[in-house]
């Protein structure tokens, strides 16, 4: 006779479905969006055993509506935006379309798994803030959940997508889309015909990039509060440095060469110690 007993598990254990934005084979070297890359640094460091489907841009939509995910991004016209990540958990039946949420849940879920807790301790005290909203023309970030877990982590998380969404431009042409169609997505968009519109040149460039490294400048206060790092708090990892990390790789595969070096070698290396050191959850799978 059965005794009843459940079994119950604090370590990830059967496998999961996690969907990121396609890019140039190979596609391990060359994803690079920002909030997939979030995720996967927080998949690797709980040590959840999953497989990425790699989604062509156009297809996010129907991608996401046949998974059964609602959008919880909007387009400056208030139209819906379908976005990845998106992960399903088969164990328990879950699925979750927003990084932020994503790592919440793992850690609710597998509070042990991996490198242990994400959200180790209140990251308030960091007191990062942008402190400027978004052009009207850019899409908008997800509304932050009202009430949401780990509060201090998530404003953490909005103020980096802030400062980083501000310079975005400096990426945008050297993302390595997939094909035509993928960029015919961000053409359409914007309401231009060609690519090499979407680049950022010469004095405008000069323009926003004093304003990307004044930005990387400020922010490296953040580092500033420990002896030793290399993450925000010390020698041990938050959800915080992952936000940070899904930003610098994309800037480490977006940024033409020179300036990438720039953001790594400056600001005492704040930022290139943390990129090397997050490389151990960075693998692609
Ligand atoms: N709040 C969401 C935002 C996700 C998001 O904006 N994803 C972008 C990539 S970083 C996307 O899917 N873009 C698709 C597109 O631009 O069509 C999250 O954190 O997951």
């Known amino acids: 006779m059965s005794t009843g ?27 690079c969006s920002v909030n997939p890359w979030k995720a996967r640094l927080a998949l ?25 995910v609602a959008p ?17 958990d088969h164990a328990t039946g879950s699925k979750i379309g927003d990084s932020f949420e994503i790592a ?29 909203e978004l052009a009207p023309w850019m899409p908008p970030l997800s509304e932050r959940n009202e009430e949401p877990e780990y509060d201090d982590y998530s404003r953490f998380n909005r103020e980096v997508d802030l400062a980083f969404t501000t310079h975005v431009g400096l990426m945008g042409y050297f993302l390595p889309l997939e094909n035509e169609a993928a960029k015919k997505v961000f053409l359409d968009r914007a309401g231009l015909q060609s ?4 680049g950022v040149h010469g004095e405008v460039r000069q323009g926003l990039l004093n304003g990307f490294w004044a930005m990387l400048n400020d922010m490296a206060r953040i580092f500033k509060r420990r002896d030793q790092g290399p993450f925000i708090l010390g020698d041990r990892a938050t959800y915080a440095d992952l936000c ?42």
């Open 195 to 198: 690519w090499e519109q979407i």
């Open 72 to 88: 919880c991004r909007k387009h400056a016209s208030g139209a819906e935006y379908p976005t990845l990540p998106v992960l399903i």
């Open 244 to 285: 940070l990390g899904g930003w610098l790789f994309m800037a480490s595969r977006t940024l033409p060469k020179e300036e990438w070096e720039q953001v790594i070698t400056g600001n005492d290396r704040v930022y290139g110690r943390l990129f090397e050191t997050l490389g151990k959850w960075a693998e692609v799978k």
């Open 44 to 68: 690797n460091f709980k040590a959840a055993p999953y497989k990425t489907h790699w989604v062509s841009l156009p297809d996010i939509p129907k991608t996401r509506t046949s998974l059964g």
């Open 104 to 132: 919440v849940y793992l850690q609710k879920q597998y509070p042990t798994s991996g490198a242990g807790n994400l959200f180790p301790q209140d990251v308030s005290e960091i007191g990062y803030t942008y402190g400027q």
């Open 5 to 31: 007993t459940t079994t119950t598990t604090t370590t990830a254990t059967t496998m999961m479905d996690y969907y990121d934005i396609a890019m140039r084979a190979p596609v391990a070297e060359t994803c």
